[in-house]
């Protein structure tokens, strides 16, 4: 009993220094973050505490920091490069509203700070009868994110801005003025999106209205309101959005591989792993949404993306890992090496779409089928001297076991032991990234050069070697002859 006691006793000692030790260190990193620093996110929301709507364009003060704003919808998020743990103070304020200040500690191991909503009340400065106008304020926008024509969602948005007067109070109907809607130069796509009405005049609460709807051409899109007061040009700030691809489509379809011919026959997880890409695009040529989803397949190995698919960048492309082994690649048609790869999604009328392209996993280097002409009766071969001429032919191929082209980087020498020689034709060949097996045939002439004045060492044994360095592993062949 005293020996179970005495052991149990020793045991938690053991947990209690660990633990310890693990907190000690835990706080230790900590306390070196909160001294040397580190970059926060800071995050949040300005809206309207009436309305609840968010509010573009509110200049954030920060102590110690540049000013930063709100964007469309009151939302905003910006980095802290923080030389510690400190408290700042973060002010609010914008034309019309009460300014309100916060302030919070910011811990840097945290990383991240969101501050939540911020609500903003109105000023009220005489609200019953305005000054003339003085700024263009965005209001709201019914969608941020719309699409090319003919996809069967959302083309348009309306957005809604209201002209303030100098006090931040909508401008009345005796100050109404027109405003004028337009994108900035540069900042549309020009695929026929239009803005309507082009002009608007200002209503008895000082609101304004217009319509964007896209074109055929996804892209970026930022709008401006502007009105002219006794020669001052007034502007709203740009008000973001996007027009975004539609469905899937056939024909701008495509799927490929980023290796199409990998030394990987019969390797387990070949590294760095080849992928699959693809690219998806609608019947406009344009990108499809960002995040379509794509299901990839192989008909070799293991890939991404098969049960969990992947997911469109903003560039249509999506990509999934292709990891080397079993089941080791057989194509029915072109034979033992070769494979499959499949991407299939989802087109406007909800069917599966598609596209497949083909790899090769090349197995161990050969070199055979060597032919050597001329020769004489008995198989032997001889080079003529310089002053007759003529050479002899070497004819071989480079392959894998089933006679498929080697991987990228291999390389194909033909070299010459013996004096006076020289060799011409396919040697010092690069062989590329291919599935062509116009890259496994060779064919070199070795001849005898002038001597230059030098005695002819006449008739002697010289060597042929073919040399292959590859990532399907080395080979040479040493063919022994001799030269007049």
Known sequence: MKKT??????????????????????????????????????????????????????????????????????????????????ELKFTFNIKGYET???????NVAEKKLDLGTIRLEKQLI?????????????????????????TGDITWTNITYVVVDSNGNPIDIDHSIPVTFDFLPGSHPNGGEE??????????????????RSGTISGPVQV??????????IKSRPVKLTISGGFPEQNHFSVGISRLNCAAYHVVNLLPRPFAVCVV??????????????????????????????????????????????????DPVIGYGYYSVSAKTVDENNNYI????QGLWSGRTRIYDIVIDPVDGDGNWVIPDFNTGGGVTFRFRVADQFGNPLAEGTTVDVKTVG?????????????????NDAYTYFEVVVSEIDPEGDVNPGSRKVSVIIEVKSPNGDAAVVLNGSAL
């Open 224 to 233: 401006q309101a502007s009105c002219t007061i006794g020669g001052k040009l």
């Open 5 to 86: 006691l005495l052991f149990l006793l020793s045991v938690f000692f053991v947990l209690f220094i660990a633990t310890s030790c693990k907190k000690s260190t835990t706080n230790e990193a900590e306390e070196e973050i909160a001294e040397t620093g580190g970059k926060v996110t800071i995050s949040g929301k300005v809206i309207d505490n009436t309305t609840g709507a968010g509010i573009e364009g509110v200049t954030i003060k920060i102590s110690g920091f540049n000013d930063r704003y709100s964007e469309a919808g009151g939302d905003f998020a910006f980095i802290l490069d923080m030389s510690g743990n400190k």
């Open 419 to 435: 004096k006076n020689l020289t060799v011409s034709g396919t040697t010092g060949i690069k062989i590329p990234d291919t599935m």
């Open 281 to 330: 695009g609608d019947r406009y040529s344009n990108p499809v949404v960002e995040g379509t989803a794509v299901y990839f397949q192989t008909t070799a190995g293991v890939i991404e993306g098969y049960q969990d698919p992947k997911h469109t960048d903003r560039f249509g492309v999506a990509q999934a890992d292709i990891i080397t082994g079993a089941p080791w690649p057989d």
């Open 354 to 357: 598609t596209t497949t392209s």
């Open 100 to 106: 309100r200040e916060i302030t919070q500690d910011v």
């Open 195 to 212: 803005i309507g009405p082009k002009t608007v005049r200002s209503n008895s609460e000082g609101l304004v209205f217009t319509t964007v």
């Open 126 to 150: 005489n609200s019953s009868v305005s000054g003339p106008a003085d700024a263009i304020q965005f209001v709201s926008m019914t969608s941020s994110n719309i699409f090319v024509q003919e």
